[in-house]
């Protein structure tokens, strides 16, 4: 192969690339001076190392924003590893996971989240985090936080806190029902809560609580803990390591929904 700067000139009197023999140069008629305006162009070796360029600074460019919204998504570096692919495989219910993120565009649309539940040590929060990387991955904002991280918002953060927390694709709760539980703390949970359910999009939260404690939690005559539950109830469906779990009235839609989407599976 002959180097890319080399040329000869060819038809027309026209410079041409010697390694691909297209023309370098392109021929403009002018009428009033009578000789042709000879212009520079790409030959098609220069076009295709330069497409080719682009390519790999467009996938460059995506991967340091994935970079980014990683590093912004987890408030524990070592949550970046955990994927599907690192798994061990005894969760049983992480191709349900895979299945929600193969699905995700309709889901996004249906606004149907989940409520991972299940004893400590279940992988509650590995297979939230896998999600969560999956999607980051495909180059959506997801953002991870925990429920005591949220209650504790200071006064002065607290709104413009809460309304950044809508520009996330997706919202992972973890540990709901470790948050402190003065009336500040609730008040700074139900704003998040309520926020993510005022902007129509999915909300995972994950628990060591079981169905029949959020139940009991949500019949408490406190208003607060009725909105909060109330609110993440409508948005989420339960899923525990048995299966779907229907014995929550309100997202009985939302489960049915849920159920077709992890018949359904898919590839990633
Ligand atoms: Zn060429």
């Given at each position: 192969m002959k180097a890319e700067d080399d040329i000869y000139i060819g038809d027309g009197g026209l410079e041409y690339c010697s390694n691909c023999h297209t023309p370098r140069q392109h021929a403009i008629p002018n009428s009033i001076m009578g000789a042709d305006f000879k212009v520079h162009i790409m030959c098609e070796c220069q076009r295709s190392r330069y497409e080719a360029e682009q390519v790999e600074r467009k996938e460059r460019e995506f991967q340091a924003l994935v970079a980014g919204n990683r590093s912004i998504c987890f408030?524990?570096?070592?949550?970046?590893?955990?994927t599907f692919e690192n798994d061990?495989?005894?969760?049983?219910m992480m191709d349900k996971a895979k299945a929600f993120v193969a699905n995700w565009d309709e889901i996004k649309h249906k606004r149907a989240g989940l409520i991972?539940?299940?004893?400590?040590?279940?992988g509650k929060t590995y297979m939230a985090a896998a999600i969560a990387n999956a999607l980051l991955d495909k180059g959506l904002r997801v953002l991870m936080k925990d429920f005591a991280e949220i209650s504790n918002i200071s006064i002065f953060d607290s709104e413009e806190y809460v309304k950044s927390l809508s520009d996330y694709d997706l919202l992972i709760l973890d540990d709901l029902g470790a948050e402190r539980k003065s009336e500040f703390a609730m008040q700074n949970v139900f704003n998040v809560v309520n926020r993510r359910w005022e902007s129509g999009k999915p909300l995972i939260v994950t628990t060591n609580l079981s169905l029949i404690e959020m139940k009991q939690l949500r019949a408490r005559d406190d208003i607060q803990y009725q909105r909060i539950y109330d609110r993440i109830f409508d948005m989420c469906v339960p899923l525990c390591i048995d299966g779907?779990?229907?014995?929550?009235?309100?997202a009985e839609n939302k489960c049915e929904y849920m159920e077709s989407i992890f018949e359904k599976g898919g590839a990633l």
């Open positions: 408030h524990e570096s070592r949550m970046r590893e955990w061990d495989g005894k969760n049983p991972l539940f299940g004893g400590v040590g279940s779907v779990s229907k014995r929550l009235p309100s």
